[in-house]
């Protein structure tokens, strides 16, 4: 089986540190916590930034001075920028990470409910407008799905043109879609022959579907921003400690843990 990428969703948008105090706000600590996933085995930092008041940004320089902090003390680590910023930001606000020139920036491929009165506003033009722009930039998305209309939606849109294939699809389990096993096994039998797929079990979900992930020659995604747990009722300390959790239910399971540039092989980046 193929090694196991695991990335890292250190910050988030709507986590605060009143849900855990570790959740990082300014460059300095979003710096740190990269370190530590990086450290624990994280080849790829999903990044979203914050003001130093925790207020979610997607402010281009911010996501500089964060970057440059992190490949100060990661060099070789893959950044991620997200391009769904927080709910309620406008597209040109949520785009600017891209014009940075970052490997990777997550797709994310339809509009989706967000807890309470919010809702993830991805409509068709908005996906084809920023799928086009990451080809024009050379950035490589992670198509994010919260339902399997989503994968459909990005199918339709490769096919146009507007998403280079193989793609890279990262299941978000338990936000809108249920987080079970049946739900994953279905996406995954959804995604065209030749895509690579990652999960991201929201909660109490992130360690069963990361064992499931593994078991199925998936990988996995893990951070504050899905699940500030390492165990029921017990706040994790940093995102290292949950990064390093994955890293030995994987060597549990016989799984090796791929390297920065092991990942950028498997996924087809170019550094
Ligand atoms: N914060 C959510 C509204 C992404 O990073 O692309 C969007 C999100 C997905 O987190
Ligand atoms: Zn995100």
Known sequence: MEKLIITAAI????VTKEHNPAVPYTVEEIGREAEAAYKAGASIIH???REDDGTPTQDKARFKACMDEIYKRCPDVIIQPST???VGMTDEERLQPTELGPEMATLDCGTCNFGGDEVFVNTENTIKNFGRL???????PEVEVFDKGMVDYAIKYAKQGFIKEPMHFDF????QMAATVR??????DSIPAGSTWTVAGIGRHEFPL???AITMGGHVRVGFEDNVYIEKGVLA???GELVEKVVRIAKELGREIATPDEAREILGLKK
């Open 47 to 49: 990044l979203h930034v």
């Open 237 to 239: 300390k940093s995102n």
């Open 134 to 140: 990451m080809i024009e930039r050379g950035v490589k």
């Open 172 to 175: 978000v389990l338990g936000v």
């Open 11 to 14: 910050c988030g948008a709507e």
């Open 210 to 212: 990361a064992a499931v």
């Open 183 to 188: 739900d994953l096994s279905f996406m995954v």
């Open 84 to 86: 769904g910023g927080a």
